[in-house]
């Protein structure tokens, strides 16, 4: 399958901003989502998404609601004047999203009868997807075809919207076979937020993804939304190591909505922009370094237009509210020449329990020394848990972490006594504030571990604090009780470049 834009040329463009030559010279994808209301009011906002942006994807005009106002009825004006905008500006178009439980037509559930055997709803999908994407045939690069159509939290593992619900999960691959019927060249996607990271919901999704295409469904791509946060977001290893798997199965990865909330983390702005440059820089270097990774899509540009601000005021865009580049510009730049953030040196003392267990500690339980064998150096585990909360804990890091701003964290661990559960870093910070003690604890990655092999705990975080910080120590909790909990190799390290 040849991506039949991947010959456009810029230039054709008119002017190409800094991003989009990069972008370019990366032999990458540079994208954003749209925002139309945005684009028909705001000249500056039309010529940053000319010039910054190789592709473009309706934000929401192209979702099954948005189109269809009433049964059988579309309305195409929206889709077709960013499609129109796209091919203006020599931009590829990514549709999104045919199959989605959000955003549904409203007269939806009274054309589909309670009771109904699903034959229905199979009939208003399927009409729908072959109108929609016949009607976009060779304008529309790719399709976003199925979108979150997992929810590990459920008995399935599956979203059981009324589409699982009335047709089951074999809906995902017909999904797929009437969109490849509809445009037999377009690049067919699986969209789905929260698996950028190693862990349950992207094992579970990749499953899916091998079993669909044991299949022989048409899926050539999947997309990681990475709407991360800036006090926590995968480690470069454990993005790029999940990009390659994905891209092993043979599909197209994507990051396909990125945006960095910034308000969850304390601190001034400076301090939160400068950890926000860093998260872009990993996620966006991340997928160029890594062939299996095909582009990066922005979920908006502007923080004057991000769906973010909808829950409350933040700003997890490049561009501020006044289209100014912000330190994040300058990540997506450093992401697209292949620099990825570096670590400084190791901030925990004892981290890799040289000095014996120092002043590590065990919430509860035993704590014991030990060499692992199947990996060099100590290793502390904690048996006679009784609950999941119980911690190894670090003891006092306050004086390396106090400066807070963008940190990596590297920890390997492994069980005793199940076959596998999951591992959390957490760092306990107390703070005086308005002089008034307030703690708070801020998880910076969880991980499925097993008592099989060793597993390296990662995660990025911004730290920053809303007083005066006055004790932070670094705990690893999460397994069931009765589960040894073995740690190796701890690393915290400040991030820059
Ligand atoms: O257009 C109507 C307008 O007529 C009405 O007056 C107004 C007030 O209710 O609503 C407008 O529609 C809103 C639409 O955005 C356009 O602004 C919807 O209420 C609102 O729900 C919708 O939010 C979108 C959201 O998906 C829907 O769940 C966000 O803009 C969009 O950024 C967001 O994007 C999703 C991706 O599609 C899938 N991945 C997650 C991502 C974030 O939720």
Redesign the pocket.
Same mark, same amino acid.
Request: no cysteine.
């Given at each position: 399958m040849t991506d039949p834009a991947a010959e456009t040329s810029p230039a054709a463009a008119g002017t190409t901003g800094e991003l989009r030559s990069a972008a370019a010279k990366a032999g990458k994808r540079l994208g954003t989502?749209v925002n139309l209301t945005a684009l028909n009011a705001e000249p500056l906002y039309a010529q940053i998404l000319g010039e910054q942006f190789d592709s473009v994807t309706p934000?929401?005009a192209l979702?099954w609601g948005?189109l269809t106002p009433e049964q059988g009825v579309y309305d195409w004006a929206a889709a077709d004047a960013i499609v129109e905008f796209a091919e203006a500006h020599a931009q590829v178009v990514k549709g999104?999203?045919l199959v989605?439980h959000?955003?549904l037509p409203s007269w939806l559930p009274s054309a589909v009868s309670a009771d109904g055997d699903g034959a229905q709803l199979s009939a208003l999908l399927q009409q729908h997807i072959k109108d929609t994407v016949t009607r976009y045939r060779g304008r529309v690069y790719a399709w976003d075809v199925v979108? !979150?159509a997992v929810n590990i939290d459920t008995a399935s593992g599956y979203t059981e919207s009324v589409f699982w619900q009335k047709l089951g999960p074999d809906y995902i691959e017909q999904a797929f076979r009437w969109a490849r019927e509809a445009d037999p060249d377009a690049l067919l996607l699986y969209?789905e937020?929260g698996i950028e990271r190693l862990g349950p919901k992207s094992d579970f999704t990749y499953a899916l993804m091998q079993q669909l295409l044991a299949k022989g469904t048409p899926i050539d791509g999947i997309g990681f939304?990475s709407?991360v946060s800036i006090h926590r977001y995968p480690s470069e290893a454990n993005l790029r190591a999940n990009i390659r798997r994905f891209s092993e199965l043979g599909l197209r990865v994507n990051i396909s !909505?990125l945006d960095a909330r910034t308000t969850l983390l304390p601190g001034d702005a400076a301090q939160r922009w400068e950890a926000q440059r860093i998260a872009y820089q990993q996620v966006v270097g991340a997928c160029v370094v890594e062939p299996g990774c095909e582009g990066v899509t922005l979920?908006g540009f502007t923080d004057k237009y991000s769906?973010i601000n909808?829950d409350g005021p933040d700003d997890p865009l490049p561009f501020d509210r006044n289209y100014q580049p912000k330190p994040a510009y300058l990540g997506v730049l450093q992401g697209l020449a292949g620099e990825l953030p570096t670590p400084g040196e190791n901030l925990i003392s004892n981290g890799d329990f040289s000095a014996g267990l120092g002043a590590w500690t065990a919430s509860a339980g035993a704590l014991a020394l030990a060499t692992a064998g199947d990996r060099p150096g100590w290793q502390a585990c904690v048996s006679g848990r009784t609950a999941e909360l119980d911690a190894l804990v670090s003891g006092p890091v306050l004086d390396a972490l106090a400066a807070g701003g963008p940190h990596a964290l590297s920890a390997w661990v492994r069980l005793n006594g199940a076959s596998s559960g999951v591992v959390e870093a957490t760092l306990n910070v107390t703070e005086l504030v308005d002089g008034a003690e307030s703690h708070a604890a801020l998880s910076l990655g969880a991980m499925a571990a097993s008592d099989v092999a060793w597993v390296e705990l990662t995660g990025y975080f911004g730290l920053g604090f809303a007083g005066t910080p006055t004790a932070i120590s670094l705990e690893f909790s999460g397994p069931p009780a009765g589960v040894d909990l073995c740690v190796m190799d701890v690393n915290v390290a400040r991030v820059g470049g």
């Open positions: 989502a934000e929401n979702k948005p999104h999203t989605w959000e955003q979108n !979150e969209n937020v939304q709407h !909505e979920w769906w909808d």
